[in-house]
């Protein structure tokens, strides 16, 4: 299993680098032990937390629920709980 995923009973863990106001929002890689992923919102009152969240939850097909942010808030790097995705559907649709 990859540094920046872990699977733990029904939820997958990530670890994601996140790039605030860049032009389009999208997966670019890693950076380091994370997923990298640019969002086009800026990290002013929470909207790239927000963005983040929804672009999971868009590209994954799940219910905004099902994606948590669970570490990160005001950091860059940030952890993410995904409830109703398998670990091999998320590398597929992510492109690993």
């Known amino acids: 299993m990859a540094d920046w995923l872990r699977e733990s009973g029904a939820a997958l863990t990530l670890c994601v680098h996140v790039q605030p106001a860049a032009k389009r929002s999208e997966v670019v890689g890693l950076h380091g032990d994370a997923l990298k992923v640019r969002l086009a919102a ?6 790239a937390n927000a963005a983040l969240l929804d672009f ?7 219910a905004r629920s099902l994606v948590e942010l669970k ?7 940030k952890v993410l709980t ?8 998320l590398r597929r649709l992510l492109g690993q």
């Open 42 to 47: 800026p990290a002013i009152d929470g909207r």
């Open 71 to 77: 570490s990160g808030h005001k950091s860059r790097r």
């Open 56 to 62: 999971f939850a868009q590209r994954l097909g799940l």
């Open 82 to 89: 995904l409830r109703g995705v398998s670990a091999d559907a």
